[in-house]
């Protein structure tokens, strides 16, 4: 009979520990052929995609948030984009660590013509005592779930708040963020995260300016900016561009403006009224609205301005190849667009192949008095004043001293 109870005691033992080898981790690795494609879903085509995270950044004054919410309201009406093309009708749910929804959020929401019961703003949670406590973005995330039903965007205002670590560590930004890629791929939802540039990061890669670990930037699919025009002279003073792209094309943008509409009495919202398309790089369209230019010592300046006019010399030369070719000696994408400009090579739509072209100025080019010059006589002329500029700028310094 012992033996009997022995057995069966092993037995159940066996059986406890085959449960528990049952519920070890193991390697999830299907191969391709049983994983099957899909196309990009977009929300708004080639800026949001369903299913992915993206970053909102740009420099104080921007207005990112009023951004934002303009994305909103399309989103809630089904209303048009910048492009003209029709949203697709859905819920938005915001997130917001930095702005009051009462005297903020809901009044730029409406200023921009959007439908208040389409928009959840997350106020808090229960604790296990049912007292509301504040959410944490960092934590808390495996609780949405029940208030995701017809959302098509959510706003994350900012990003860096779904860090519980060192957002300048790539490791933990990557680890905190894991978890909002996978509720956007999950539930089919396009995440705008909101972001600010760095101090004193003008002129670099517009991509490498998102405050924080680049894990930011890495990990989002999408990378928008924005920036205010300092040469802009009206109402659209204000640009939005794609300065990063894994799924679709990067570059390009909107100009856009920030008005004031009142909603109720004594109270007034911001929103956004975009304009025209704008084309060129994220870094060069920014270094221009931002005045940026590096300094650069008149020998480092006579070096690539030979570079550019050998480049052109005998012709049209392919704008990333001129580029590439400026950038093996040194100079930034920025000085070779300041000293492009400059001596007046431009940079046009080749046609013919479909990308850009760098050009000398046009066969001939008319003179104060209304004649024509030839182009290459035109040409060196402007090179040779620049540097007559340049010379003279030096000579006047020296005499200070």
């Given at each position: ?37 899909k196309p990009i879903r977009w929300l ?205 094309p990067d570059g390009g943008g909107y ?76 100079y930034s994408a920025t000085a070779i ?65």
């Open positions: 009979m012992n033996g009997v109870v022995h057995l069966q005691s092993v037995q159940r033992g066996q059986s406890a520990l085959d449960g528990i080898a049952k519920k070890q981790p193991r390697i999830v690795a299907p191969t391709f052929a049983e994983i099957e494609m708004w085509f080639e800026y949001l995609a369903c299913g992915k995270l993206h970053i909102l950044a740009g420099a104080p004054g921007t207005g990112k948030t009023s951004l934002a919410m303009t994305l909103a309201a399309i989103v809630t009406t089904g209303g048009r984009w910048p492009d003209g093309t029709r949203a697709q009708q859905g819920n938005v749910l915001v997130i917001s660590a930095e702005d009051d929804c009462s005297d903020t959020l809901k009044p730029r929401l409406l200023a921009a013509g959007g439908d208040p019961s389409r928009v959840r703003i997350i106020k808090g949670r229960t604790d296990e005592n049912g007292e509301v406590v504040l959410f944490d973005s960092a934590m808390d995330h495996d609780l949405l779930a029940p208030v995701l039903d017809g959302v098509r965007l959510i706003v994350l205002d900012p990003i860096v708040s779904a860090v519980a670590g060192d957002s300048h560590k790539a490791s933990e930004v990557r680890r905190a963020l894991a978890p909002w890629v996978a509720l956007a791929e999950a539930h089919d939802i396009a995440i705008l995260g909101i972001s600010h540039f760095g101090k004193g990061s003008a002129g670099r890669d517009v991509t490498e300016r998102v405050i924080g670990s680049q894990a930011f930037g890495a990990l989002a699919r999408v990378v928008l900016a924005t920036a205010k025009d300092s040469k802009a002279d009206g109402e659209l003073d204000r640009l939005l561009v794609r300065s990063k792209s894994n799924i679709g100009r856009y403006g920030l008005n004031l509409k009142e909603i109720a009495d004594g109270v007034t919202g911001q929103y956004v009224a975009f304009g025209d398309p704008i084309e060129g790089s994220a870094r060069d369209i920014l270094a221009s609205a931002e005045d940026y230019e590096p300094e650069v010592d008149d020998e480092a300046q006579g070096g690539l301005d030979d570079i550019l006019l050998d480049l052109v010399s005998n012709g049209p030369c392919p704008a990333l190849q001129g580029i590439n070719e400026a950038k093996k000696h040194g667009r300041t000293a492009r400009e400059r001596l007046g090579i431009k940079s046009v739509k080749d046609s013919m192949r479909g990308g850009w072209v760098w050009q000398q100025p046009s066969a001939h080019e008319e003179t104060e008095n209304g004649t024509k010059k030839p182009k290459k006589q035109a040409f060196l002329e402007r090179v040779s004043s620049a540097s007559s500029v340049s010379s003279a700028q030096s000579n006047a310094d020296a005499e200070t001293f």
